[in-house]
């Protein structure tokens, strides 16, 4: 079990920035998969991005792919999300979540299949 604890959201105009961090507890950080995912409101929680447990693998929604990089710090226990040239509709509260699986797994894009999951933070991007 890792515990989850999400920060760095705000509220921004269409064509800002803002990077989401992600604080891990434990001291086994590295035998997770980590993914971010959305919920607006009204909709099902949707996969934003995933990266592999070493970092060297990553996927992304269609939605966001070539705007938002996801990146990790093995050393640091954490996870972040860089989001650029945001738009309306990217608001929706933010999780990161994770999946403890072999190194060779492939990345999940399946929120039931993800162990651990964080509070959740808001990010508003106004037009």
């Known amino acids: 079990q890792v515990r989850l604890v999400e920060s760095g959201g705000g509220s921004v105009q269409t064509g800002g920035s803002l990077r989401l961090s992600c604080a891990t507890s434990?001291?086994?950080?590295?035998?997770?998969?980590m993914g971010w995912f959305r919920q607006a409101p009204g909709k099902e929680r949707a996969f934003v991005a995933g990266i592999s447990r070493g970092g060297g693998s990553t996927r992304y929604a269609e939605s966001v792919e070539g705007r938002f990089t996801i990146s990790r710090d093995n050393a640091r226990n954490a996870l972040y999300l860089q989001m650029d040239s945001l738009k309306p509709e990217d608001t929706a509260v933010y999780y990161c979540a994770a999946k403890r699986q072999i190194m060779t797994a492939p990345i999940t894009s399946v929120a039931d299949e993800y162990d651990n999951w964080g509070q959740g933070t808001q990010v508003t991007v106004s037009s």
């Open positions: 434990g001291r086994s950080f590295n035998l997770y998969a």
